[in-house]
């Protein structure tokens, strides 16, 4: 990361360190309960520790609805998983999703806590810079940085 824009690096580190506390907690609270939402033709289900997406192309129009789901769903994969289910009746009319997706909370934490933490990692000083602005401090014996002023220990 570079040096010379200090306020935007910041907010990458701290927005990289609220989105992982997100995930991790939307991952621990959809162990128990989840959030069901339907918008027509689609469904989102928010529980078992992941996200689903339902698609169902044939489905009678309902108003749009969000509710408390009281058992999570108990075969969230454990990978990213899209099933195809066309089901047909005799008749047939299909019945259920034509086709659903699976995301784990874990999947989306792993390249943000990752990223997160390599951000935190770049951003230290190294030895012999200052601490505030990154200047190379080699030679310095005054205590204070002569680019930006900041105390500096030896």
């Not at 989105?19 to 989102?44: D, E, K, M, S």
């Not at 009746?89 to 999947?107: E, I, K, R, Y």
Request: aromatic share 12%; glycine share 10%.
């Amino acid at each position: 990361m570079s040096t010379s824009r200090p306020g935007l690096r910041r907010f990458i580190k701290r927005a990289g360190l609220v989105l992982c506390i997100l995930l991790a907690a939307g991952w621990l609270t959809t162990q128990r309960r989840g959030v069901f939402v339907r918008v027509y033709p689609n469904h989102l289900a928010v529980s078992g520790g992941g996200i689903r997406y339902l698609r169902y192309p044939i489905a009678p129009r309902r108003p749009p609805e969000v509710r408390w789901m009281d058992e999570p769903l108990d075969n969230m994969h454990l990978l990213p998983h899209v099933v195809l289910s066309k089901k047909f009746l005799a008749d047939g009319s299909q019945v259920g999703p034509d086709w659903w997706f699976d995301m784990p909370f874990w999947f989306l934490l792993l390249p943000v806590g990752v990223a997160t933490l390599l951000a935190w990692r770049w951003d230290r000083p190294r030895p012999g810079q200052c601490p505030s602005c990154g200047y190379d401090l080699t030679g310095n014996e005054s205590g204070f940085c002569p680019e930006c002023g900041t105390e500096v220990k030896a």
